[in-house]
Every structure is written in structure tokens, then in C-alpha cells.
């Protein structure tokens, strides 16, 4: 049975959380703003400094409608139904976009879920999107809301948590993993899902389910003080938040691109799309040159990268590439493990590069293996 997938599905690529959503009928901000010049290719539709007139909701949908075009869609479909890559949750969903505030799901967007395959996109954690593009973003996720918004009760939840655990292990694990993290959906432990999630949202969330999705309702299953439980036991797991993270360089700034720049080169099939992991390290091992490309947002690869890989974000690939030698092989990765990687591949395929592949099962099966990582490591 697929079981609190809901309070994933909440979540932008897997990671929207929860917060709780005023009465008030859905409508995008009306402070967002932009200026032509601002709209350029692999740049912020908006940045802190815009200082053109607001834009009327229509526009404001619109620029939102590019942005999910460029960051989004890969993972959530075009259409919002999600599970394009990664288990990305449905965003056209009015379960969820009910009860989540654009507050909630703006700063969801910039924050992002930490040690998760969502990335935080805001500027300030090294990502391309600022708060009104992140506005601009909500506006266009708005338009997929059919239903009206509703209002939850005020609920804090008092429970046990050793008897939520209970619950959890027959109802959640599965999809969830041990204790909220590492399974096959979101992982409930995150710092910033729960520092964000209402514990009316979350039982609410669990009571509801999610239709259309993994998420089965579970309010006839479960009595209320089960579902406090559950609350209670999901929120005692809750993880630390990250220490603060040093960004990589940005375009122009690269170092030490080569790996083994003395070696020789790979054993690599040429004309391939994908390279097995176990394959690329056996070949790192014999001191073969090559460069190793996280193709994620810059805070991901801040959080946790593979050892002698540069950042390149997927879409910012030519702003970097005058930095990265044609006469080597590349990999490319990302977490999902295809969505990003691929793209970062295809963009240096399509500026000339001829020896690129994408490293087939991403950074997590990498870390999972042993091979060396640097920043972090540790699993949701």
C-alpha cells in the first residue's frame, strides 16, 4: 500500500511541503517585477534589482509558465502531473494547491529540500531563481487550481510518539523508509518540510491522501489520536539543519577542471549515452584523464558532490564552457539520475563537445557504492 506519499506530493519535485492556506481565494502576487532586459537566456526572469512596473497576473503566469518550462518540467511533466523523473509529485493537484500557501511554496522553490533530489533554486543558495520569479512560479502553478482554497482547523497535535512509530512502520515505511528518510518518496524527516509543515497540514495531509497519486486518505482507516501519533512520531525524527554551505565557483572561476590530467584516456565506448558508475571509477582508479560534471544546482553540489567533480548547473552550461577542454572525456550526473545530466550533456554535445556520456545512475548510487564524495554524503 503507498502511504503518506501525500505529504511528499506536497512538495515541489518530491519537495513542496506544507503550510497552511488562508480563505481567501487563490491569487499570484501582485509586487512582481520585471524588466525586458532581464529576460535572457539561463538568467533570472526577475532579479532583486528589477524595477519595471508590477505585472498583472496574466504576465506574472506567463514568465512563470517560461521558468517551469526551464526548471521544472523535466521532473513535475509539462502538464504538472508529475513523476516525469525522480517520483516528482503531481503539482496540478488540488489537494495540493487547496491548502498550500504561496508563501509556503515560494520559499519551498528557494530553499528547496536539503540532501533530497530537490534542489534549492533561489539566488541565495547559488540557484537562478529570486523571490519574484520564484511569485512568478506560484502564479503559473495557480492556474492547475480548480477547487477553492479551504481553511484547516487549528491543531497541535499531542500524541505518543513510540505508538506513532508503531503506526508508521505498518502503514509508511514502505514508501517512506525507516524513520522518514530514504525511501522511495519524500523524505519526511527534512528539516525544512518540517519546519514548514503545520501539524494541521501534515494530519490533514494524511487523513485527505492525495487523489490521483501514490497517496491513498487514511481518515477511515486511522482515528484521530493515531493520526497525532503519527504527527508526533514523524516530527520527533526530524533532522538538523545544514551547516552553512561554502558555494562553488561561478563561470569564469573554475579549478582544477581534470581529473588525472597527466593520464591517458578512458576506455570509454565511443557514441554512448550513459557510462556505469562502477565502470568510471575502475577507469578513475587506473589513472585515466577525465572531467566529472554535477550538472545540479550549485547547493546541491555544495551539500554533496562526487570527489574531483566541477558544478556546472544543467542550465548554465554555456557560460561555463569556455573553461572546460574539448580534448578530454565527460560525464555529466545529477541525482534523478537522467533528468539534468542529460541536459547537461546534450547543451556541451550541442557546443562541440564530442566525448560526453552521463554518469548513468547518478551521485546517489556513487555515494551508496563507497567511491569518494566530498560535502556531505549522508542519505535523507
Same mark, same amino acid.
Given at each position: *500500500?503507498?502511504?503518506?506519499?501525500?505529504?511528499?506530493?506536497?512538495?515541489?519535485?518530491?519537495?513542496?511541503?506544507?503550510?497552511?492556506?488562508? @480563505?481567501?481565494?487563490?491569487?499570484?502576487?501582485?509586487?512582481?517585477?520585471? $524588466?525586458?532586459?532581464?529576460?535572457?537566456?539561463?538568467? @533570472?526572469? /526577475?532579479?532583486?534589482? =528589477?524595477?519595471?512596473? @508590477?505585472?498583472?497576473?496574466? +504576465?506574472?503566469?506567463?514568465?512563470?509558465?517560461?521558468?517551469?518550462?526551464?526548471?521544472?518540467?523535466?521532473?513535475?511533466?509539462?502538464?504538472?502531473?508529475?513523476? =516525469?523523473?525522480?517520483?516528482?509529485?503531481?503539482?496540478?493537484?488540488?489537494?495540493?494547491?487547496?491548502?498550500?500557501?504561496?508563501?509556503?511554496?515560494?520559499?519551498?522553490?528557494?530553499?528547496?529540500?536539503?540532501?533530497?533530489?530537490?534542489?534549492?533554486?533561489?539566488?541565495?543558495?547559488?540557484?537562478?531563481?529570486?523571490?519574484?520569479?520564484?511569485?512568478?512560479?506560484?502564479? /503559473?502553478?495557480?492556474?492547475?487550481?480548480?477547487?477553492?482554497?479551504?481553511?484547516? %482547523?487549528?491543531?497541535?497535535? %499531542?500524541?505518543?510518539?513510540?505508538?506513532?512509530?508503531?503506526?508508521?512502520?505498518?502503514?509508511?515505511?514502505?514508501?517512506?523508509?525507516? &524513520?522518514?528518510?530514504?525511501?522511495?518518496?519524500?523524505?519526511? $524527516?527534512?528539516?525544512?518540510?518540517?519546519?514548514?509543515?503545520?501539524?494541521?497540514?501534515?494530519?490533514?495531509?494524511?487523513?485527505?491522501?492525495? $487523489?490521483?497519486?501514490?497517496?491513498? +486518505?487514511?481518515?477511515? &482507516?486511522?482515528?484521530? &489520536?493515531?493520526?497525532?501519533?503519527?504527527?508526533?512520531?514523524?516530527?520527533?525524527?526530524?533532522? +538538523?539543519?545544514?551547516? +552553512?554551505? %561554502?558555494?562553488?565557483?561561478?563561470?569564469?572561476?573554475?579549478?582544477?577542471?581534470?581529473?588525472?590530467?597527466?593520464?591517458?584516456?578512458?576506455? /570509454?565506448?565511443?557514441?554512448?549515452?550513459?557510462?556505469?558508475?562502477?565502470?568510471?571509477?575502475? %577507469?578513475?582508479?587506473?589513472?585515466?584523464? *577525465?572531467?566529472?560534471?554535477?550538472?545540479?544546482?550549485?547547493?546541491?553540489?555544495?551539500?554533496?558532490?562526487?570527489?574531483?567533480?566541477?558544478?556546472? @548547473?544543467?542550465?548554465?552550461?554555456?557560460?561555463?564552457?569556455?573553461?572546460?577542454?574539448?580534448?578530454?572525456?565527460?560525464?555529466?550526473?545529477?541525482?534523478?539520475?537522467?533528468?539534468?545530466?542529460?541536459?547537461?550533456?546534450?547543451?556541451?554535445?550541442?557546443?562541440?563537445?564530442?566525448?560526453?556520456?552521463?554518469?548513468?545512475?547518478?551521485?546517489?548510487?556513487?555515494?551508496?557504492?563507497?567511491?569518494?564524495?566530498?560535502?556531505?554524503?549522508?542519505?535523507?
Amino acid at each position: *500500500m503507498r502511504t503518506l506519499a501525500s505529504i511528499a506530493l506536497v512538495l515541489l519535485s518530491g519537495c513542496i511541503g506544507t503550510c497552511e492556506r488562508t @480563505p481567501a481565494p487563490p491569487a499570484p502576487a501582485a509586487s512582481a517585477s520585471a $524588466s525586458a532586459s532581464s529576460v535572457a537566456k539561463n538568467t @533570472p526572469l /526577475f532579479g532583486p534589482k =528589477a524595477d519595471a512596473a @508590477p505585472l498583472d497576473a496574466a +504576465a506574472l503566469a506567463d514568465r512563470g509558465k517560461e521558468l517551469y518550462g526551464r526548471y521544472c518540467d523535466f521532473c513535475h511533466g509539462k502538464d504538472g502531473h508529475g513523476y =516525469a523523473a525522480d517520483e516528482a509529485p503531481a503539482l496540478a493537484s488540488d489537494d495540493l494547491l487547496g491548502i498550500a500557501s504561496d508563501e509556503y511554496l515560494r520559499d519551498a522553490i528557494l530553499k528547496g529540500r536539503p540532501g533530497t533530489t530537490m534542489s534549492a533554486w533561489g539566488l541565495a543558495r547559488g540557484g537562478p531563481i529570486g523571490a519574484d520569479d520564484a511569485s512568478a512560479l506560484v502564479a /503559473f502553478l495557480r492556474a492547475w487550481q480548480k477547487r477553492p482554497a479551504s481553511t484547516l %482547523e487549528d491543531r497541535k497535535s %499531542e500524541g505518543d510518539a513510540a505508538r506513532g512509530a508503531t503506526l508508521y512502520e505498518k502503514h509508511c515505511v514502505k514508501c517512506h523508509g525507516p &524513520k522518514g528518510g530514504g525511501g522511495k518518496y519524500n523524505a519526511l $524527516s527534512n528539516h525544512e518540510l518540517l519546519s514548514a509543515a503545520s501539524d494541521a497540514f501534515l494530519a490533514t495531509t494524511i487523513e485527505q491522501g492525495r $487523489s490521483g497519486t501514490p497517496m491513498p +486518505a487514511f481518515g477511515d &482507516k486511522l482515528s484521530k &489520536k493515531d493520526v497525532d501519533d503519527l504527527v508526533v512520531a514523524i516530527r520527533s525524527w526530524r533532522k +538538523a539543519p545544514e551547516d +552553512a554551505i %561554502e558555494l562553488p565557483p561561478k563561470p569564469g572561476a573554475l579549478k582544477n577542471v581534470v581529473l588525472n590530467p597527466r593520464g591517458k584516456q578512458p576506455a /570509454f565506448p565511443e557514441n554512448v549515452d550513459y557510462i556505469k558508475v562502477d565502470v568510471v571509477k575502475a %577507469e578513475l582508479d587506473k589513472g585515466a584523464s *577525465m572531467i566529472i560534471v554535477d550538472a545540479r544546482a550549485p547547493g546541491d553540489y555544495a551539500l554533496m558532490h562526487v570527489a574531483g567533480a566541477i558544478s556546472v @548547473p544543467f542550465y548554465m552550461v554555456e557560460q561555463y564552457a569556455k573553461e572546460i577542454p574539448k580534448d578530454r572525456y565527460i560525464l555529466t550526473y545529477c541525482a534523478c539520475p537522467h533528468a539534468a545530466s542529460v541536459k547537461a550533456r546534450d547543451a556541451l554535445r550541442g557546443l562541440g563537445y564530442k566525448r560526453v556520456a552521463v554518469l548513468d545512475e547518478g551521485i546517489n548510487v556513487w555515494r551508496d557504492r563507497g567511491y569518494p564524495v566530498r560535502g556531505g554524503g549522508t542519505k535523507p
